[in-house]
């Protein structure tokens, strides 16, 4: 089955402490992943993906294929990172499969 | 570079109607459209995929004759909701990819459908 977990509804950290944002998926093939995030009345907007191996933000994931898993990290948090932050899984060319988000709330 | 918009963003219709929501890429070409459906404080789901020219690709469980969808030119797709129920309710997003490089998809602002 394909599919994508954020076991963490809502993760509150205080600023400048590290945040990990848990994301597990399920998916027979060659995984391609990726971090969404949607600031408060915005759109939905890619943060980073797996294959670019890159920062963004101050953000990472690291691809873990034993795990099964794609956690986004920074080690410090800013109060402008709070948002919801979603991760998804592209199973296919057109094919997205999303988790149901993580909202951050940094706390000042 | 790369937005999408959607029109309208908020739309109450009544039981029996149905309402065209309309998602636009303003600045490229949109060779793929996505349509997608959140519930409240759930994640998106993948409604339908469409190139332009042809045929959606409706997932499993989403009935194509209810969620009509047009992509009739590349940088226009629309997505009637036929005979809307209040289940219909729902925030309605799309997205689009001009099918380069990385296929990266840029998304619509979303539009709530409130079906009274």
């Known amino acids: 089955a394909q599919r994508v977990t954020q076991p963490e509804k809502l993760l509150s950290v205080f600023k400048g402490a590290p945040v990990e944002l848990k994301c597990n998926y399920s998916?027979?093939?060659?995984?391609?992943l990726f971090w969404y995030v949607q600031y408060s009345r915005q759109r939905l907007q890619l943060l980073l993906r797996?294959?670019s191996r890159e920062s963004i933000k101050g953000f990472t994931a690291d691809l873990n294929k034993g795990e099964t898993s794609f956690h986004l990290k920074k080690p410090f948090a800013q109060e402008e990172d709070s948002a919801m932050y979603y991760c998804a899984l592209r199973a296919g060319t057109y094919k997205y499969i999303f988790g149901t988000g993580t909202r951050l709330k940094v706390l000042a | 570079g790369a937005v999408v918009s959607q029109h309208p963003s908020r739309v109450i219709c009544k039981s029996g109607t149905s309402v065209k929501i309309e998602c636009r890429s303003l600045?490229?070409?949109?060779?793929?459209m996505f349509w997608y459906r959140q519930f409240p404080k759930q994640s998106l789901m993948l409604m339908a995929t469409?190139?332009?020219?042809?045929?959606?690709?409706?997932e499993q469980g989403v009935e194509k004759d209810k969620f009509l969808i047009n992509h009739a030119s590349l940088t226009l797709s629309t997505l009637t909701v036929t005979s809307a129920h209040p289940e219909d309710s729902s925030f309605y997003i799309c997205?689009?990819?001009?099918?380069?490089?990385?296929?990266?998809?840029?998304f619509g602002p979303g539009t709530r459908l409130t079906v009274t």
């Open positions: 997205s689009a990819s001009d099918n380069r490089g990385l296929y990266e998809q840029y």
């Open positions: 469409s190139n332009e020219g042809s045929k959606a690709t409706y």
């Open positions: 600045d490229f070409q949109a060779t793929t």
């Open positions: 797996h294959i």
């Open positions: 998916y027979s093939g060659s995984p391609e």
